[in-house]
């Protein structure tokens, strides 16, 4: 068994991997959010899906952090790669009202 997955991780790229922290999101803009380690975690990942070119679903319980890890994710986007947008953000209708506030709000900081 362990010969085939040997097989297997050499056929596959190894990706570059870089950490991502929560003073590089400030340097690219982000203010007013202080993530947790978990939530940087987050980031760091989606950031990763982002680069490789790959769909991600960020999914977990309520009031972990979903808003806070979304507009970081698009700090980044802006502040790292300057990509402005447009961007497709698919979610549940629910939370589409506080999005929009809270992206409207740090937008009003950062001005």
Request: glycine share 10%; hydrophobic share 35%.
């Amino acid at each position: 068994m362990s010969d085939i997955l040997g097989k297997i991780r050499n056929c596959i790229a190894e990706k570059k991997r870089t950490a991502l922290r929560q003073c590089d999101l400030e340097k690219f803009g982000l203010q007013g959010i202080q993530l947790r380690a978990y939530q940087v975690d987050g980031v760091q990942w989606l950031t990763q899906c982002l680069n490789d070119q790959q769909g991600c679903i960020l999914g977990d319980e309520m009031g972990l952090g979903k808003t806070c890890q979304t507009i970081s994710l698009l700090v980044y986007m802006s502040g790292a790669l300057g990509k402005k947008g447009p961007f497709l953000v698919l979610s549940p209708l629910s939370v589409m009202e506080n999005w929009r506030k809270e992206l409207e709000r740090r937008q009003r900081e950062t001005s």
